[in-house]
C-alpha cells in the first residue's frame, strides 16, 4: 500500500525562524511529489517535484526531492505569521489518478 | 475569476438521508477529484473524472455516488448517511491529471447525526 509520513506532525516556531518539514514516502511506479499548503479551507498548491536534486524556490519557501532517499523537505525561510497553515505532501504514481496525501505538519508562526 | 466552486459550505444529515454535494469548475478541466479530509488525516480520494461522461472509484467509494454528465458538473451523491461519512469534503479539478496543479473548492462540511 503507498504511504506518505511527514514530520513534525507539528510544529511552533517565532517569526523570523527557519524551518523544515519533512515528507517520506512509499509507493510504487512514483511520479511526483507535491507539497500544498491548508489554511482555514481549500488547500493551495506549492510546488510539484519530479526529478531528485533539484530545488524548486518561490520566495521564502523552497523544496527538494531526493529520489534515492524517497524523502522530500520543504524550507520555509524568515517566517512570518502567514504561514501558519497545515503543510500537505501528496505523492503521485504512474498507472493510475491517485494522490496518497500524508496527513500534514501543522505550522504555527508566534509573533 | 470563480475557479471551483461547491455548494453548500456545511450540511447536518440525519443518519439515513440523502444529499448531493455539488461542484462546478469554470476552467474547462477535464480532471475532476471528490476527497474527504477527517479531522488529522490526509485527504482521501473518493471519485475521480477524467472526462464528462468517464468516473472512477478512489480509495474510499463506498457509501457515494457520482456523475459528469458536463465537462463544468461533478456532483457527489450520499444515499443513506451514516456518522461514519462526518467530513470535510473537498472537489479539485486538474488540467492534465494528478501530476498537475489541482485547485481546490472551499470545502463542504459535513456532519450527520
Known amino acids: 500500500e503507498d504511504k506518505v509520513v511527514q514530520s513534525p506532525l507539528s510544529l511552533v516556531v517565532h517569526e523570523g525562524d527557519t524551518v523544515t518539514l519533512n515528507c517520506s514516502y512509499e509507493?510504487?511506479?512514483?511520479?511526483?511529489l507535491l507539497w500544498y499548503k491548508q489554511e482555514k479551507k481549500a488547500p493551495t498548491f506549492l510546488f510539484m517535484l519530479t526529478s531528485s536534486g533539484i530545488e524548486k524556490k518561490s520566495g521564502r519557501l523552497s523544496s527538494i526531492l531526493d529520489k534515492k532517499e524517497l524523502f522530500s523537505i520543504l524550507n520555509i525561510t524568515a517566517t512570518q505569521t502567514g504561514d501558519s497553515a497545515v503543510y500537505l505532501c501528496?505523492?503521485?504514481?504512474?498507472?493510475?489518478?491517485?494522490?496518497?496525501f500524508g496527513t500534514g505538519t501543522r505550522l504555527t508562526i508566534i509573533p | 475569476n470563480a475557479g471551483v466552486t461547491q455548494t453548500p459550505k456545511f450540511r447536518i444529515l440525519k443518519i439515513g438521508q440523502s444529499m448531493t454535494l455539488q461542484c462546478t469548475q469554470d476552467m474547462n478541466h477535464n480532471y475532476m477529484y471528490w476527497y474527504r479530509q477527517d479531522p488529522g488525516m490526509g485527504l482521501k480520494l473518493i471519485y475521480y473524472s477524467v472526462g464528462a461522461g468517464i468516473t472512477d472509484k478512489g480509495e474510499v467509494p463506498n457509501g457515494y455516488n457520482v456523475s459528469r454528465s458536463t465537462t463544468e458538473d461533478f456532483p457527489l451523491r450520499l444515499e443513506l448517511a451514516a456518522p461514519s461519512q462526518t467530513s470535510v469534503y473537498f472537489c479539485a479539478s486538474s488540467s492534465g491529471g494528478l501530476n498537475t496543479e489541482a485547485f481546490f473548492g472551499q470545502g463542504t462540511r459535513l456532519t450527520v447525526v
Open positions: 509507493v510504487t511506479n512514483f511520479r511526483s
Open positions: 501528496a505523492v503521485s504514481n504512474f498507472g493510475n489518478e491517485k494522490l496518497t
